[in-house]
């Protein structure tokens, strides 16, 4: 899988979730425990521009949601966890762009491209 030529498009969410999860499947047997109970989240909670678009993180780890996801959807949990792992890297990305931080952005530009140059 490439990135499209146009860096205005993107991947779409569920093939970037599916590379991820090929990548965990490659170095470990990953199957659920306890599929009664709740996963509790403590992480912080998705941005408000993912809320518009998928159930809060605690809402989507439990057990009667991972059933249907499962059972519906043909995703797992580890579907599941990677779609939030995703959510929470764009959120970042999103607040890193922020106009508050383009100092650091510029540096951090700065450092990529010297970089690139070595």
């Known amino acids: 899988m490439k990135w499209p030529k146009d860096e205005s498009k993107t991947i779409p969410f569920r093939d970037l979730a599916r ?6 499947l ?5 199957e659920r425990i306890n599929k009664s109970k709740n996963i509790k989240w403590t992480g912080p909670p998705q941005g408000k521009y993912s809320a518009v678009v998928s ?9 009667k ?3 249907v996801d499962e059972e519906d959807q ?3 949990f580890l579907d599941r966890i990677i779609g939030i792992a995703i959510q929470l890297g764009v959120e970042q990305g999103r607040r890193i ?9 510029n540096m951090m ?4 491209k010297n970089i690139e140059r070595w």
């Open 19 to 24: 590379c991820v999860r090929n990548a965990f």
């Open 26 to 30: 490659q170095g470990a047997n990953w």
């Open 55 to 63: 159930l809060a993180f605690g809402v989507s780890l439990r057990a």
């Open 65 to 67: 949601t991972l059933r």
């Open 74 to 76: 043909g995703r797992d």
């Open 97 to 105: 762009h922020n106009e508050k931080n383009k100092s650091w952005v």
């Open 109 to 112: 530009k700065m450092l990529v």
